[in-house]
């Protein structure tokens, strides 16, 4: 089992509509998550982190289930500019937090 | 803030040569960097982690005498890709973490390496 897996998708959405992503962990030592967006031939950037409590930033809502080793990604009214793939992230304790990157999902917004 | 900075973006080599990426972190201090390579349609892979003042961890399958880390300030990092092969054409990203705060990462922009 990997590490971190994601759907790759693509999810194909028309525009004004909400998607959602889930990203599954397999280690429960896990500590830190985040969201990380990554557009064609560009570097990923940071979306948001994951908190416990969750956290919400304008139509982005990202929640963390730690009793079932998932985080999730809700965007609300999607535009078309929300086209990207969306990479999850997650750092485990011991050392230097190394983060691991799940594959991807890919996220297609149309008219 | 949080700005991350490659040189080059895009550099073009022969076989045989070396070339050397620098990753700095320009408005913040990093303890450590991660270096990634990334194939067309790939997920980004881990190559190494380097910590300021010490020698960098390699992930499996990762030379390290081919791909040489040196992380000599908490501002910089570069990566050197030694005796170049057209299969280490790749896109490299490096990221750097923060000393304070969160474990987030920034990424630099990315440099594009085609071996000849």
């Known amino acids: 089992r990997k590490e971190v897996e994601q759907d790759p998708g693509p999810f194909n959405v028309p525009e004004g509509a909400t998607v959602a992503f889930n990203c599954t962990y397999s280690n429960s030592a896990s500590q830190s998550f985040f969201w990380y967006r990554q557009d064609c031939r560009k570097e990923p950037k940071l979306l948001m982190s994951v908190y416990s409590s969750g956290n919400e930033d304008g139509r982005f809502t990202a929640q963390l289930n730690r009793a079932s080793q998932y985080i999730s990604l809700l965007i609300r009214d999607s535009k078309l500019s929300d086209s990207a793939t969306y990479l999850c992230?997650?750092?485990?304790?011991?050392?230097?937090?190394?983060?691991?990157f799940g594959r991807g999902t890919s996220l297609i917004v149309h008219p | 803030g949080a700005v991350v900075s490659q040189h080059p973006s895009r550099v073009i080599c022969k076989s045989g040569t070396s070339v050397k990426i620098e990753c700095r972190s320009l408005d913040f201090q990093a303890t450590t960097m991660f270096w990634y390579r990334q194939f067309p349609k790939q997920s980004l892979m881990l190559m190494a982690t380097s910590n300021e003042g010490s020698k960098a961890t390699y992930e499996q399958g990762v030379e390290k005498d081919k791909f040489l880390i040196n992380h000599a300030s908490l501002t910089l990092s570069t990566l050197t890709v030694t005796s170049a092969h057209p299969e280490d054409s790749s896109f490299y990203i490096c990221?750097?973490?923060?000393?304070?705060?969160?474990?987030?990462?920034?990424f630099g922009p990315g440099t594009r390496l085609t071996v000849t």
């Open positions: 992230v997650v750092s485990t304790s011991g050392g230097s937090y190394i983060p691991t």
């Open positions: 990221s750097a973490r923060s000393t304070s705060g969160g474990y987030e990462q920034y």
